[in-house]
């Protein structure tokens, strides 16, 4: 039974109070043309307060919220899920694969972290499988919890083996199943070629490059085209390898060198992975680490554990004037046009990004910019369109920060080179700066399977493109003249982001690929961090005092940019 009454006993004042399933509420209003204050009292399982408070601005205007507060109740301890394949950014939705974004947990954990309700984390880890960058930037988020006061507690529902151990060394404590295992933590890398299976089948596949790395890892390739290749992609291993070295020692307090000496890829029994190597703390389930985090807590066994995605947040405070800064997501590959609406799909249109980074040219309260990217490339034009209308933001005063997860090669890099600065996760993959191009043929196939294909044009060039032949040395010279304009824009693009020589870059180039760490070293990027310390960055050389508005372009989008205000905390 749902039942309730609104009385008005003077005129601003209004009193309500209400029944419905197994609560009861009471409440108090004022309200005048400008002004409103709320309160509320649910009577339920437990006790709960708000009281909200609101402005309007001008004649008519709506009273939109400044504060929600939710009185604090209690101890609540929130569990993060996560499972299954996990990348940087806003995640993958394709045909016959998904993937969740690292940012969607990030915001859980700050939502967590940020809320004084909460005084406990727990981790719930299963069958995960993660990039180097989507880990990293997972971990940062942990420690700033643990910074925050907050205990945190890692149960790996299953075997804590790789990516699913990596995170988890990150809280303060780890719990793994009896019977599970414990280590994996080998790093390799898996380059999949193509190039021999068309070829048996009758399909040639003609790439011409420039730069003599881009090739490395061209899945429509035979192999490596040079030792010099094999080279890169090792020291690229060995220094992810390195990178998780330090994290699991530092995190664990053990000494480097033994964590090297058993970061070999093999695996042990929980047991031992918990008494002679030390990587665990107690071996149990689900409810033994939520026993473990409330005694950690001083919580008592009745204490309320709640999902981070069913938490009800604390709203935030929302200045009417607080400054904004605009959030542009890049995540897939850059091509040409409006794109997908929607941004998990795996590729971004460049006129859609131009649009927002418009928008927020001429918005006089955005202060920044933050290009939050995870891509491979894309369209040499349509990068190019984005590069520069990054540098007309920056002409006109506009701080731009680029954010790297994941991955920020090739395209993806041309236009972070445009920022005034770049930061990217450790493990983040960057770089790339050179150009390729390819294509089929499917002519021997036709001839295999009897197919005739009867070309009729007008102008010698006119199939260039077919697929029905192959290139003649003519046409290879005439793309590779075109591929080598294409080359010398992007060194002299990245050169002036970067505020660096054509020479200096041109060492660089030749489609290397990079650590984000190696890269810092090298100039490439400012700085190591995620997309909190990006935002902080954005704050600081924007002189942005207090709480930032954050904007970010809602989905699905309409026939104008519509963007969605949420605090920065």
């Known amino acids: 039974m749902k039942a309730g009454f609104e009385l008005f006993p003077i005129g601003p004042m209004a009193l309500r109070a209400g029944i419905g399933g197994k609560s009861a ?39 939109t919220p400044l504060a929600s507060i939710p009185l604090p ?25 998904f993937a969740l974004g690292s940012d969607i947990i990030e915001s859980q954990i700050i939502r967590l972290y940020e809320d004084k309700r909460v005084k ?58 009896p019977v599970g295992a414990v280590g994996g933590l080998g790093t390799m890398a898996v380059i999949e070629r193509y190039g021999g299976l068309l070829k048996k089948i009758g399909i040639e596949w003609e790439t011409i490059e420039r730069g003599a790395f881009k090739g490395s890892t061209n899945p429509m390739a035979e192999g490596f085209s040079s030792e010099a290749q094999r080279d890169e992609i090792l020291s690229l291993i060995e220094d992810l390898h390195e990178r998780l070295v330090k994290d699991i020692a530092a995190s664990r307090s053990l000494p480097e060198e033994e964590v090297r000496r058993i970061a070999d890829g093999r695996m042990f029994t929980a047991l031992d992975a918990m008494r002679r190597y030390k990587l665990v703390d107690l071996l149990g389930y689900y409810n033994d680490a939520l026993e473990l985090l409330r005694k950690a807590c001083k919580l008592p066994r009745n204490a309320k554990v709640v999902n981070a995605m069913k938490l009800e947040p604390l709203p935030d405070f929302n200045p009417p004037f607080a400054k904004k800064i605009r959030v542009i997501m890049l995540n897939g590959e850059i091509v040409p046009g409006s794109g997908s609406p929607y941004p998990m799909m795996g590729y971004v249109g460049a006129d859609d990004v131009v649009a927002q980074i418009d928008a927020a040219r001429k918005d006089k309260a955005t202060k920044a910019i933050v290009l939050r990217i995870n891509s491979p490339g894309g369209s040499v034009v349509s990068c190019d369109q984005i590069w520069n209308e990054v540098m007309r933001a920056r002409r006109e005063g506009k701080v731009v920060v680029a954010s790297i997860g994941d991955i920020g090669t090739s395209g993806g890099y041309y236009v972070a080179s445009a920022a005034d600065k770049i930061i990217a996760n450790p493990g983040a993959i960057v770089g790339s700066i050179g150009v390729i191009f390819s294509k089929p043929s499917l002519q021997k196939l036709y001839e295999k399977l ?32 075109l591929m080598d304009e294409e080359y010398r824009q992007f060194l002299r693009a990245v050169a002036m982001g970067r505020g660096s020589k054509i020479g200096r870059i041109e060492e660089l180039a030749e489609g290397r690929i990079y650590t984000a760490e190696r890269a810092r070293s090298l100039g490439l990027i400012d700085d190591i961090g995620g997309f909190s310390d990006a935002i902080r960055e954005a704050m600081r050389l924007g002189k942005i005092k207090g709480k930032p508005t954050l904007l970010f372009k809602e989905f699905p989008k309409s026939q104008e940019p519509q963007y969605l205000p949420i605090m920065w905390r």
């Open 25 to 63: 509420s009471l409440g108090i209003s004022f309200h005048t043309p400008q002004t409103r204050v709320d309160y509320a009292m649910e009577v339920g399982k437990g006790v709960k307060h708000r009281i909200s408070v609101g402005i309007g601005l001008g004649k008519g205007s709506t009273k």
């Open 120 to 177: 406990g984390i727990l981790l719930r880890i299963r069958d995960l499988d993660a990039t180097y960058g989507a880990v990293q930037e997972i971990r940062r988020e942990v420690y700033e919890a643990r910074a925050s006061g907050k205990r945190v507690v890692a149960y790996v529902d299953g075997d804590a083996i790789g990516p699913a151990y990596y995170l988890a060394s990150a809280a303060e404590l780890v719990v793994v199943p």
């Open 450 to 481: 009897g197919i005739r294909v009867d070309v009729l044009k007008k102008g010698e060039y006119a199939d260039i493109f077919s697929e029905t032949r192959t290139l003649s040395d003519e046409e290879k010279a005439m793309i590779g003249a």
């Open 73 to 97: 109740f209690g101890g609540v301890i929130g569990v993060v899920d996560i499972s299954g394949p996990v990348e940087g950014g806003e995640g993958r939705i394709g045909v016959m694969s």
